[in-house]
């Protein structure tokens, strides 16, 4: 029971270690707090090719299976720096280096104090002239257990058809 005891002990503080301090415990989040103000736009669904030597990231909000209202505002983070938010059903894009890249969806306002999955992450390597399509799904439907997010990649015929009928998003840093 001792050695058990022990075990347990070393395995809870090497884990503690892991997480960040001050940050989200994915690599793609950024720093606590922060937020943005995001303005959707339903009549632009803009769909755009990346610039010589860089690559094209969309960030899509699938919130179909959201029942739930008001829809939770959605913060989006890349190598740790949140970079965007999204709000129902809508859509961003950024332009970035070639490489590795972490990210990271992040309910930047509160949809129930016990939902199981306020979060979610992936990463993906970037090729010079690539166009990488990751749809973030907010679940919370009748006969789902809790709220969550699921985040993936999307085949980029699906993520076109998604953002004929998506809105774009458009935000700013909240002060």
Not at 98 to 126: M, N, R, S
């Amino acid at each position: 029971m001792k050695t058990m005891l022990l075990i347990l002990l070393f395995a809870t503080s090497a884990f503690a270690q892991n997480a960040p301090n001050g940050t989200a415990a994915a690599p793609g989040c950024g720093p606590e707090g922060g937020g943005f103000k995001v303005k959707s736009n339903d009549r632009q669904h803009p769909f755009v090719q990346p610039e010589a030597g860089k690559a094209l990231v969309y960030f899509l909000r699938d919130d179909k299976f959201f029942d739930s209202r008001p829809r939770p505002t959605l913060k989006w983070g890349m190598d740790g720096a949140w970079v965007g938010a999204t709000q129902s059903n809508a859509y961003f894009y950024l332009s970035v280096d070639p490489g590795e890249h972490h990210l990271c969806t992040v309910w930047q306002t509160l949809v129930v104090l016990t939902a199981d999955k306020q979060a979610a992450a992936a990463h993906f390597t970037a090729e010079a002239g690539g166009v990488y399509f990751f749809i973030a799904r907010d679940i919370n439907h009748e006969g789902s257990r809790e709220p969550a997010i699921k985040l993936g990649p999307v085949d980029s015929d699906e993520a076109q058809l998604l953002m004929s009928t998506y809105a774009f998003s458009t935000f700013q840093p909240k002060k």
